[in-house]
């Protein structure tokens, strides 16, 4: 089946640093990527759709000078998590959508702790 | 505004019994309906995925159920094991997928217990 991989699976920040988390799609092409974060017991937030060679849709809400998503290549997006503060801490998952189908396939997730 | 509602929000049944998840759409035109499992610190891992012509779709104990004109899914687990605990979240996909606008209900917390 389809496999979508990310990059680290955790990392600790101090206040003020820049993050990058990669998201790969390992065994197919994936033209649409999808960035989103999850607080503790919540639903997944949808960030931001990222679509190769083109510039990111961000939500509402969401900065996109904050949150620099780059979608490189049909197997990986990546995004950067600038001058990172505490309340960034969260659970950031993306998602791979082939040009085969609907079906979304999610990678594993990155811890991100900021402190 | 197209909403997913998923209930109940939480449930906990002893191991071994059955339960059923609930899905309420109103998105509207209808693609697909998808149904997640996601543990505890990890990513969602699709389970079922539904189009609008299909009725019942199963995947070992897994059973999801669509009826598109009431616009309800529901999935039932079957001989539930401990390892089935986790948030089982309903997604559901407009028409016209090319704005990747799907919505996600809220999820349902799973516990089995022994």
């Known amino acids: 089946g389809a496999v979508v991989s990310q990059h680290p699976s955790w990392v600790i920040c101090k206040s003020g640093t820049s993050v990058k988390i990669e998201c790969r799609s390992l065994d197919f092409q994936a033209t649409t990527m999808f960035w989103y974060r999850q607080f503790p017991k919540q639903s997944l937030m949808l960030m931001a759709t990222?679509?190769?060679?083109?510039?990111?849709?961000?939500e509402q809400g969401v900065e996109k000078d904050k949150f620099l998503i780059n979608h490189a290549s049909l197997t990986l997006s990546t995004l950067t998590v600038t001058s990172a503060h505490p309340e960034d801490s969260s659970f950031y998952i993306c998602?791979?959508?082939?040009?085969?189908?609907?079906?979304?396939?999610f990678g594993p997730g990155t811890r991100l702790t900021v402190l | 505004k197209n909403q997913v509602e998923q209930s109940p929000q939480s449930l906990i049944i002893l191991e071994g019994k059955n339960c059923t998840l609930q899905?309420?759409?109103?998105?509207?035109?209808?693609?697909?309906l998808r149904w997640y499992k996601q543990d505890t610190g990890r990513g969602p891992v699709s389970l079922t995925i539904?189009?609008?012509?299909?009725n019942t779709k199963s995947n070992g104990r897994y059973t999801a159920t669509l009826d598109a004109d009431t616009k309800q899914s529901s999935l039932h687990i079957t001989a539930s094991q401990l390892s089935d605990s986790a948030s089982y979240i309903c997604?559901?996909?407009?028409?016209?997928?090319?704005?990747?606008?799907?919505?996600f209900g809220d999820g349902t917390t799973l516990t089995v217990k022994p």
């Open positions: 990222s679509n190769e060679g083109s510039k990111a849709t961000y």
């Open positions: 539904m189009t609008f012509s299909e």
């Open positions: 899905c309420n759409y109103t998105v509207s035109p209808f693609s697909n």
């Open positions: 997604v559901v996909s407009p028409y016209n997928t090319n704005a990747g606008k799907s919505t």
């Open positions: 998602s791979a959508r082939s040009d085969m189908g609907d079906t979304q396939y």
